[in-house]
């Protein structure tokens, strides 16, 4: 059984509300389409809220509602996912742009 199958049970034996199971699949949708829009140039990796980590990450970034995206140092807490569509979009030109330039134009004299 994949690991989407996984939490999809554990969603439904958890009893969520159903907007919260609507708003994990709407995530769980844009996520899946990711390696579509970006290639592999993208990685996903979840945390639960909930866990230990999720609560230390939480306070370290401040977040105090969900979901919340931590894209190459910039956040962006809600479901306007288009939003961090645009976030990783400007952190792979960033990342492009500085693999482009030359070392010797990096240097001054």
Known sequence: MGLRQNVQRDLVASALPEELQAEFHQLSAWARSLPGRFDDRVRVRLVDAASIEGFVKSLLRRCRRYPAFA?????????????VDVLIAGAL???EAESTVPPSAAKSN
Do not use: H
């Open 71 to 83: 894209v190459d140092g910039q956040r962006y807490v809600g479901s306007d996912f288009s939003r």
């Open 93 to 95: 030109r960033r990342k």
